[in-house]
């Protein structure tokens, strides 16, 4: 079993409501502790935990959560899988496109080697249709690519689309053989 690993990020109710949505886990904020391979230190991380199976061979594991110690505790995990990030922006909050901001910035290196999927979610239609707008600006400024959905985080269609999509930005392409390598590449077109 394989599991695909992908950190949640962004407004914190979002994140646990997106995470219970799709897959099954703990219900509430978990702490766990683990060595960090940079400074050899003992950390405890916080986080929200959901899993889903895709099929025998993949599982893809949320990790969800606001603390930075988040990323690295993911990518060292044995195995780790670590497929990208999804911001989840809450546009009803006051401070929805600063956040976002300081997440994208937080994490460039992050964007330069992994897959990002940014969700906007919220009540207030014009609210989202502004930090849509915000996002895509944003990721323009910094140089990058990726998905902005307004979804429901509590429905489980909306965050299969975000996944999805951030899943494709992965290993994009026709498979043959398993050799994953798109078949457009194989025939050199």
Known sequence: ??????????????????????????????????????DLQAHTVDLNFGSLQVDDDYRIDFFGGTDPKLLEFVKQLPGSGLRGMIVVVDADQDNATDTLDQILQANTALLKKFALAIGITGDDYQG?????????????QLGAVAPVFSIDVAH???VNLLTESLLCLTNPGI???NNKASSYQQSGL
């Open 1 to 38: 079993m394989k599991p695909l690993n992908i950190v949640v990020t962004g407004d914190p109710d979002a994140i646990k409501t997106l995470i219970r949505s799709i897959g099954y886990g703990p219900d509430k904020t978990i702490a766990h502790a683990y060595t960090s391979k940079k």
């Open 128 to 140: 989202i249709k502004l930090a849509e707008t915000h996002a895509r600006e944003s990721l323009r």
């Open 156 to 158: 489980k269609e909306d």
């Open 175 to 177: 498979h043959e053989n």
